[in-house]
């Protein structure tokens, strides 16, 4: 036991004061972008505790907002956190500081693409460029489009397709989109793009 508890000693690292150096700057740039402050965040775990995503996520979005006021860019933008992330806003309804939690991640997806951040997992942010396309162009999600457009671009295209005939078989996957108002998505994706020039 003693062993153990001199291993972890040498393997910790002891950080002095003067050398930890906090940057503002991305804090500030998500304030800028979003209108959110994510220094109001004092860490009581109540978004991490609620998010239904968050078995598949590297990090909490607790720890995200912590890699935010920190600054600490590589940890907020090259895990998965931001891409897993659905937006679903319990992470917002449950936060006591009313932080809108869910438009911080947004804010950080739109700033990891505009600085050509690559995340570890390169399919997550190709994954989100071809579900805005589908969305953009059909007004919903086509599942099976989806999947095969993921497959195709990350050089898998036969991987799902044996899992797809089954699911097709048994009428839970549809083998053609449908469209839900294409030209008013389209139009409002355009608006959405004149807004942010």
Same mark, same amino acid.
């Given at each position: 036991?003693?062993?153990?508890?001199?291993?972890?000693?040498?393997?910790?690292?002891?950080?002095?004061?003067?050398?930890?150096?906090?940057?503002?700057?991305?804090?500030?740039?998500?304030?800028?972008?979003?209108?959110?402050?994510?220094?109001?965040?004092?860490?009581?775990?109540?978004?991490? +505790?609620?998010?239904?995503?968050?078995?598949?996520?590297? +990090?909490?979005?607790?720890?995200?907002?912590?890699?935010?006021?920190?600054?600490?860019?590589?940890?907020?933008?090259?895990?998965n956190t931001i891409w897993y992330c659905v937006s679903c806003q319990t992470c917002s309804t449950r936060c006591p500081q009313d932080i809108d939690i869910a438009h911080v991640?947004?804010?950080?997806?739109?700033?990891?693409?505009?600085?050509?951040?690559?995340?570890?997992?390169?399919?997550?942010?190709?994954?989100?460029?071809?579900?805005?396309?589908?969305?953009?162009?059909?007004?919903?999600?086509?599942?099976?489009?989806?999947?095969?457009?993921?497959?195709?671009? +990350?050089?898998?295209?036969?991987?799902?397709?044996?899992?797809?005939?089954?699911?097709?078989?048994?009428?839970?996957?549809?083998?053609?989109?449908?469209?839900?108002?294409?030209?008013?998505?389209?139009?409002?994706?355009?608006?959405?793009?004149?807004?942010?020039?």
């Amino acid at each position: 036991m003693r062993r153990q508890a001199e291993g972890a000693a040498e393997a910790m690292k002891v950080v002095k004061q003067e050398d930890i150096k906090l940057d503002g700057s991305f804090a500030e740039e998500i304030a800028k972008l979003s209108g959110e402050n994510v220094f109001l965040c004092y860490q009581c775990r109540k978004c991490a +505790s609620g998010c239904p995503s968050r078995m598949f996520m590297d +990090s909490t979005p607790t720890e995200l907002m912590r890699y935010a006021q920190l600054g600490m860019v590589d940890e907020a933008m090259k895990k998965n956190t931001i891409w897993y992330c659905v937006s679903c806003q319990t992470c917002s309804t449950r936060c006591p500081q009313d932080i809108d939690i869910a438009h911080v991640i947004d804010t950080m997806r739109i700033i990891g693409q505009q600085k050509k951040i690559k995340a570890e997992n390169n399919k997550l942010p190709l994954f989100n460029r071809l579900w805005m396309t589908m969305i953009m162009y059909m007004g919903r999600a086509y599942e099976a489009g989806l999947v095969a457009a993921l497959n195709l671009f +990350s050089g898998k295209p036969t991987k799902d397709m044996v899992l797809g005939m089954k699911m097709m078989k048994k009428g839970k996957l549809k083998l053609w989109p449908s469209f839900k108002k294409p030209f008013a998505t389209m139009k409002m994706f355009s608006r959405a793009k004149k807004l942010k020039k």
